[in-house]
Nanobody, 125 residues
Framework: QVQLVESGGGLVQAGGSLRLSCVASGRPFSSYAMGWFRQAPGKDREFVAASWSGDRTYYADSVKGRFGISRDNAENTVYLQMNSLKPEDTAVYYC???????????????????WGQGTQVTVSS
């Protein structure tokens, strides 16, 4: 099975930046769609960003222009660069992998096969 490990979360002031990383054990990593989701206490898991087919990306409206997803296939790693952070971005952030990303809705968490343990992001005002 694919294993995913997130890192890079922490406490940051509003307007600051963080970069999250997710390392995947499965191969071939380049063929997977990778997604980032977040979940705040008492709320549903929310789509953030997805990457597939090498250079294709898709973002939630709430993070467009502030967050960027990228990947290093040689290192089996996907990143989420978060800029201009707001207190409402506070959540546990999860990475997820979809082995067969064909004809699938990438903003739906039920589409994904594997999930990491999550990393906490807290943004203070």
């Amino acid at each position: 099975q694919v294993q995913l490990v997130e890192s890079g979360g922490g406490l940051v002031q509003a307007g600051g930046s963080l970069r999250l990383s997710c390392v995947a054990s499965g191969r071939p990593f380049s063929s997977y769609a990778m997604g980032w989701f977040r979940q705040a206490p008492g709320k549903d898991r929310e789509f953030v960003a997805a990457s597939w087919s090498g250079d294709r990306t898709y973002y939630a409206d709430s993070v467009k222009g502030r967050f960027g997803i990228s990947r290093d296939n040689a290192e089996n790693t996907v990143y989420l660069q978060m800029n201009s952070l707001k207190p409402e971005d506070t959540a546990v952030y999860y990475c997820a992998a979809l082995v067969r990303p064909y004809g699938i809705t990438l903003d739906d968490p039920s589409s994904y096969n594997y999930w990491g343990q999550g990393t906490q992001v807290t943004v203070s005002s």
